[in-house]
C-alpha cells in the first residue's frame, strides 16, 4: 500500500521593514495593510529611538 501524498501547497513570505512614526502610527499600518502586509512585529530601531515594524505577506 502507498503513502498518502501531501497535497498541502507551502506558503512562501516576503517580508518588509518600515519605520513607525509616532504621529502616523496609523496611516502607516493602515497603508500596508491596504496593500496585503500582516504586521509581525514592533521593535525599537537601530538608534534606540523610533521604532520599526516588521511585515509578511504571501509571495505571489
Do not use: C
Not at 495593510?33 to 509571495?59: I, T
Request: no cysteine.
Amino acid at each position: 500500500m502507498s503513502e498518502p501524498s501531501n497535497t498541502q501547497t507551502r506558503t512562501v513570505w516576503e517580508y518588509a521593514t518600515a519605520p513607525l512614526l509616532v504621529h502616523a502610527t496609523k496611516q502607516i499600518l493602515d497603508n500596508f495593510g491596504a496593500d496585503g502586509w500582516e504586521l509581525v512585529q514592533v521593535v525599537s530601531g537601530p538608534d534606540g529611538g523610533g521604532l520599526v515594524a516588521y511585515f509578511k505577506r504571501p509571495k505571489n
